[in-house]
């Protein structure tokens, strides 16, 4: 007899959640990411996202930057909840160094691994699969066709120069679009599906 898939029964998708600048800035001109606006409703939103949310995929810089501040005191202090998520989901880090800073619950996979290590988590993990940050990582995993959801939040600031959003992306693509959720600090999130195959709109 048929039913109605649980989450449980369902493939895990992956999503990335990435910020930017509204002149499409994900960096300032030196790496500087002081520019976004994160109030107390962004955190709640956060907050909210994280519960759909079974493991992580990262690229190294964001990985080092995240276990640099979501193992402090300060961030336990200020957003213990989810602080307490950061350390705990199981983390995934797509580096070729093979050497990051050690943080609980990490797997460390270089370029070549990363299909596997994506199918294995659509398969394994407790819920979806999220890149947080790590503009480079999603261009390339764009490119494979491995991302199911774009979510990007838009800014209200203008800075300028720096890193493009999708630097480094080589092939022109049509997304679906889909939900836009407007904050009230002005903040836009656009969600995109995958990209359209044949290149149509």
């Not at 300032?28 to 976004?36: I, R, S, T, V």
């Not at 992306?169 to 407007?182: I, N, S």
């Amino acid at each position: 007899m048929s039913h109605d898939p649980t989450p449980r029964d369902r493939r895990r998708q992956v999503f990335a959640f990435l910020f930017c600048s509204l002149d499409g800035y994900h960096e300032g001109a030196e790496g500087e990411l002081d520019w976004g606006l994160c109030d107390e409703e962004f955190f709640d939103w956060t907050l909210r996202q994280t519960r759909e949310v079974g493991a992580l995929l990262l690229g190294r810089r964001t990985y080092e930057h995240f276990a640099d501040v979501w193992t402090s005191a300060e961030a336990a202090q200020r957003l213990p909840e989810i602080a307490a998520f950061m350390n705990a989901v199981p983390k995934t880090v797509v580096t070729d160094s093979g050497k990051v800073t050690p943080w609980e619950g990490t797997r460390v996979v270089d370029g070549s691994g990363v299909d596997a290590e994506i199918a294995r988590l659509r398969t394994e993990a407790a819920g979806d699969i999220a890149i947080f940050g790590s503009s480079g990582l999603t261009a390339t995993l764009l490119e494979r066709g491995l991302v199911d959801e774009l979510r990007i939040l838009v800014n209200p600031v203008l800075l300028g120069r720096g890193r493009s959003l999708f630097a480094g992306l080589e092939d022109r693509m049509h997304l679906t679009p889909g939900a836009v959720t407007a904050f009230r600090s002005g903040n836009i999130l656009l969600r995109y599906g995958p990209p359209d195959r044949a290149g149509n709109l």
